[in-house]
């Protein structure tokens, strides 16, 4: 074979080789889209499944307000005594100071609607969470603990993200305690990872190890479908919260003991850096689970 036949024979083979090569190019690049617009359409599903639960959370929470106030002035009405008159009136007064609580908690979440990290009053987002689902922590008897810092930073967050996170893991904690008990909310400043820890701690019954590992898959869940209140078990809630918290370069830990409870823990940086991107089947990074069964 010739030189110049040995140079056209191997153009012919790597002309031959391009075609395919272009189609597999083509076909990487149609699934790249296709996967992207798939996690945009699980992110809207998230946001609309939030939306809903704080929806519903605000409704019922004004709607007994509204009761009580209806109540006791129907009371008021056909009273003539004076003395149960002005209980009644009482009543009414704690109702209405208890629905400015609850518009004054609408207002921060609607101030917190922007999209854009900015500093962030983590106690803030606190108080107003618990002002939303008071009622319904004690329809169910948990009792509730609080314990804050002193100087506690503000973090660099979407504060309303924040929220979502924290709403579906307080409406979890209640979900595991369905005979009442302790639910514990920390927030711990870390000197040393400049970052702030959010914690949320329950002792219900516990997670097993086989699902503990799953829960931050997307539409996993552990529940049978929405509780009473129509709340959980579109296996939407952890998954989202895991997105949150990775987009703000923080970390999410959850351990777990069967019979003993549960408690996630957040860590939310006081400064955010890029969030590092952990390899397809790594998430060590960005998750810590930790179980005893």
Not at 14 to 38: C, F, M, W, Y
Not at 237 to 249: F, K, M, P, R, V
Not at 255 to 271: D, L, M, Q
């Amino acid at each position: 074979m010739t030189s110049c036949q040995h140079n056209q024979s191997s153009h012919q083979t790597t002309s031959s080789a391009d075609p395919g090569k272009s189609a597999l190019i083509v076909e990487v690049e149609r699934l790249r889209h296709e996967n992207q617009a798939l996690k945009s359409q699980l992110t809207q599903a998230q946001k609309s499944s939030a939306i809903g639960e704080l929806v519903s959370t605000t409704t019922h929470e004004f709607n007994n307000v509204l009761m009580m106030i209806l109540n006791y002035a129907k009371i008021g009405l056909r009273n003539r005594d004076q003395t149960a008159r002005d209980k009644a009136f009482e009543k009414i007064l704690s109702a209405g100071q208890r629905a400015t609580k609850i518009t004054n908690s609408v207002l921060g979440m609607a101030r917190n609607r922007s999209e854009h990290f900015a500093p962030t009053n983590l106690e803030n987002i606190v108080d107003e969470t618990m002002v939303l689902l008071e009622r319904e922590l004690q329809k169910y008897r948990i009792g509730v603990e609080v314990d804050v810092d002193d100087n506690l930073p503000m973090v660099s967050a979407i504060g309303n993200q924040i929220q979502q996170v924290l709403l579906n893991l307080v409406i979890n904690a209640r979900q595991a305690m369905p005979d009442g008990g302790q639910l514990v909310i920390r927030l711990k400043k870390d000197v040393d990872a400049n970052s702030v820890d959010l914690s949320v701690r329950d002792f219900g019954s516990g997670i097993s190890q086989d699902k503990l590992r799953k829960i931050f898959e997307p539409y996993y869940t552990t529940k049978a479908g929405p509780d009473e209140s129509g709340k959980g078990g579109t296996g939407l809630g952890l998954h989202a919260c895991y997105n949150i918290i990775e987009a703000h370069g923080g970390k999410i830990r959850v351990e777990s003991s069967i019979g003993k409870g549960t408690c996630f823990t957040i860590r939310i940086p006081v400064n955010r850096q890029p969030p590092v991107i952990p390899a397809a089947c790594d998430e060590s990074n960005a998750v810590r689970i930790s179980a005893t069964v």
